[in-house]
């Protein structure tokens, strides 16, 4: 079994995916726009006017694979309740990918030394996605 976040950017998709390339080195592993898909336009899962806009996208970050869509394009992302977390092997490393995904965003906790962490940060980026970037792990924690 595997579990994957599916992230729904409301019309900013490709915007994101442009964004995580070059924040996180993020590679488009599959793209279909909605004017792809079989369906009629106005049927279902095709939205009128939706055409352009990302239906189903897949990216991999890392070691990890991630799925995201335009989904509704209510222009309203919300990713409450959820964050993704990233760990990277040094503080340096950890902290160039904190301040890339910081461009446009929030920082809700400014990378620091802590008790299970080499370095940690919290960061809500530009679409409103909030992650957590450690650096190697305090062991035992």
């Given at each position: 079994?595997?579990?994957?976040?599916?992230?729904?950017?409301?019309?900013r998709c490709e915007e994101a995916l442009t964004f995580?390339?070059?924040?996180?080195?993020?590679?488009?592993?599959?793209m279909?726009?909605?004017k792809d898909s079989p369906l009629p336009?106005?049927?279902g899962a095709r939205p009128p006017g939706f055409g352009e806009k990302i239906m189903h996208a897949s990216l991999r970050i890392?070691?990890?694979e991630?799925?995201?869509s335009d989904g509704c394009c209510s222009g309203d992302t919300a990713?409450?309740?959820?964050?993704?977390?990233?760990?990277?092997?040094?503080p340096a490393q950890a902290s160039r990918i904190f301040a890339a995904l910081a461009q446009g965003g929030?920082?809700?906790?400014?990378m620091t030394e802590t008790f299970f962490a080499q370095r940690f940060g919290m960061v809500a980026d530009r679409f409103g996605l909030t992650w957590l970037v450690l650096a190697a792990p305090v062991e035992g924690v």
């Open positions: 079994m595997r579990v994957q976040p599916y992230l729904t950017f409301e019309g995580y390339q070059s924040a996180l080195g993020a590679e488009i592993l599959s279909m726009r909605y336009e106005g049927a890392g070691d990890s991630l799925l995201a990713f409450k309740g959820v964050s993704l977390s990233i760990t990277l092997p040094d929030e920082v809700l906790v400014p």
